[in-house]
């Protein structure tokens, strides 16, 4: 059950977005974000959907698992549009007490709803298109230039790829524990809340056990393998700029112009 | 000189100041020339892991010596060529996998020495055909069996291109399809590349695979020789609490009911073998 998350993932594949520079991606992804956050009305939207469903094309990834990464998110959509909903301004459509429908809160509720599942999209086009290592590589050279304040740079890299390669462990892990608890007669599914959480804790304990003994077994491990910190470090997979990206980057530019414009020029609805 | 040349080697895991209580290792003296198949067997806590990680380098002995190769262990210059040299596979196959990909995994250990990027992906490449796991150089490693991790750690080792691979009960979390997937790859490098092997291990049918068996027993060689030589030696290994091949046992007790046999058959082929000519 806890293993059936889609969001995080990464699919192996050969589309243009897989061979894309994963820097380029991560800057994409931030420029990304601010935009979908400076869409001021349903024209620069459009326009940022379009860039989203182009990307998703081109990621040649299954629909299948953009709904499942959707899946987990749909109850903060749900609650946002609620409210969303239930805060606009002008004539009501309908009302109920102090509840009332307007159609400024509709498309209020549907612009909320669209940003947060084209955020959750582009993330996952993130995921599923770049391996974790390549995502730690270019987080460690992105950051590189913090190397001059001593920002441990490859030691937070190191950290976060081997946290990536251990979650689906631990969560099968979970998963072990819970099933050797309830067979013991753990009872985790009633009860109300203070109940529930203190019956987390013979879950909590074993796992955190066996996560410090992994932590030691994988540090001798990597002992083993002649780790010995990131200087002198070389990746096999080399990651460089192409002209891949530049047009990448270029889309991304056209995305901007085009917000910009509508943002201006386009009477707002809202 | 041999290539692994250990010589009355003495630990304890006791911290310093305190009084060791037993050693781990006590006075354990021996030779492995290049090329060779070792099986070191023993029960729980006689000391096999801690000798295994006294031969590259993660552990120091207290007293003796350790010189692989030429190199002394206990010189910290020599710490990384030694574990160029001789390569640690550890049981438990989950904990030493470090990376999300399969082929990122095994190209762990060449990129911790700096190697060239396209002489990595060679090496893997081959390590990883070494041990039958290419097809799944894409996939991620907590979706494969226990014996094909195990065999991508074995990769792992590999594309640090070692001399001598040492494996600490590489089988022991496996199953019984996963343990032949690991033995034969095992037995393969080592009679194809001429790897030098070191199989630690608890179970007698892989050590009679071995070209000699080294038996531990709290902290010291109980015996070594060749698997005919250790397991004829039924009675020794029954008093110090250790098993012998199922077959080697059928053929003791056959003795023991007064049955003469020439030899003590080790493999299930040679037992057929020795029960066909015993009831003619
Ligand atoms: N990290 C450790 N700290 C303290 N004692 C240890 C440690 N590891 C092993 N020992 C002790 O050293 C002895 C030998 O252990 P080990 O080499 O692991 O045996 P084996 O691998 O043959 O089962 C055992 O008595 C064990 O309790
Ligand atoms: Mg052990």
Redesign the pocket.
């Known amino acids: 059950m806890v293993r059936d998350v889609a969001f995080g993932q990464y699919f192996p594949g050969k589309s243009l977005i897989h061979r894309l520079d994963p820097r380029a991606k991560i800057l994409m992804f931030i420029a990304y974000i601010v935009i979908i956050f400076c869409t001021f009305n349903f024209a620069a939207l459009g326009v940022t959907v379009a860039f989203t469903a182009l990307y998703l094309i081109l990621s040649r990834i299954s629909p299948k698992f953009y709904f499942k990464s959707l899946k987990i998110i749909i109850f903060i959509v749900i609650f946002t549009s609620l409210l969303n909903l239930f805060y606009g301004t002008g004539d009501p459509l309908w009302q109920w007490g102090i509840f009332k429908i307007t159609l400024n809160g509709i498309s209020r509720a549907v612009f909320v709803s669209v940003r947060i599942i084209c955020l959750i999209l582009a993330s996952s086009c993130l995921t599923f298109t770049t391996s974790p290592n390549e995502l730690t590589d270019a987080i460690e050279r992105l950051m590189k230039p913090l190397k001059v304040i001593h920002f441990p740079v490859h030691e937070i890299a190191m950290m976060m790829s081997l946290a990536l390669r251990f979650v689906p462990t631990l969560l099968e892990e979970t998963d072990k524990i819970m099933q050797a608890q309830k067979a013991r007669g753990a009872d985790m599914e009633s009860g109300n809340l203070f109940k529930r959480v203190k019956a987390l804790v013979p879950i909590l304990i074993p796992l955190f056990v066996s996560a410090f003994r992994r932590a030691y077994d994988v540090a001798t491990a990597m002992e083993c393998r002649c780790y010995r910190g990131g200087a002198g470090r070389t990746r096999m997979k080399q990651i460089h700029l192409s002209k891949r990206d530049v047009v990448a980057f270029i889309t991304l530019a056209l995305v901007i112009g085009g917000v910009i414009v509508c943002n201006i020029f386009v009477t707002s609805v809202l | 000189m041999s290539f692994v040349s250990i010589r009355d080697v003495r630990f304890?895991?006791a911290q310093e100041g305190e009084q060791p209580v037993?050693n781990?290792?006590d006075g354990v003296s021996l030779d492995i020339e290049k090329g060779e198949f070792i099986a070191v067997i023993?029960?729980?806590?006689?000391?096999?892991?801690?000798?295994?990680?006294h031969l590259n380098a993660m552990l120091l002995p207290d007293s003796g010596s350790v010189v692989i190769d030429g190199d002394d262990t206990s010189v910290e210059e020599n710490t990384y060529t030694i574990r160029e040299k001789v390569g640690l596979v550890l049981q438990n196959p989950d904990n030493q996998l470090v990376a999300s990909i399969v082929e990122e995994d095994v190209a762990f250990g060449p990129e911790n020495l700096g190697v060239e990027p396209s002489e990595i992906r060679r090496r893997v490449d081959e390590a990883l055909k070494a041990v039958d796991m290419y097809e799944y150089r894409e996939h991620a490693p907590h979706k494969l069996s226990g014996g094909q991790k195990q065999r991508v750690a074995i990769a792992g080792i590999l594309a640090i291109q070692p001399q001598c691979i040492v494996l600490?009960?590489p089988t022991a979390m496996l199953d019984p399809s996963g343990r032949q997937e690991v033995i034969s790859t095992l037995l393969k490098l080592n009679r194809e590349q001429k790897m030098t092997v070191v199989l630690?291990t608890h179970y007698m049918d892989e050590a009679v695979l071995a070209d000699r068996v080294v038996v531990?027993d709290s902290?010291k060689i109980l015996i070594q020789g060749t698997p005919d030589e250790v397991f004829s030696q039924v009675e020794l290994l029954k008093k110090h609490r250790l098993d012998v091949p199922q077959s080697a046992e059928l053929a003791f007790r056959l003795t023991g009911c007064g049955l003469s046999l020439k030899s003590i058959p080790l493999t299930q082929a040679d037992c057929v073998a020795m029960l066909e000519e015993a009831m003619r």
Request: aromatic letters at 4%; glycine letters at 18%; charged letters at 20%.
């Open positions: 304890s895991y037993v781990a290792v023993g029960h729980n806590g006689c000391g096999k892991s801690t000798l295994a990680k600490d009960e630690i531990m902290g």
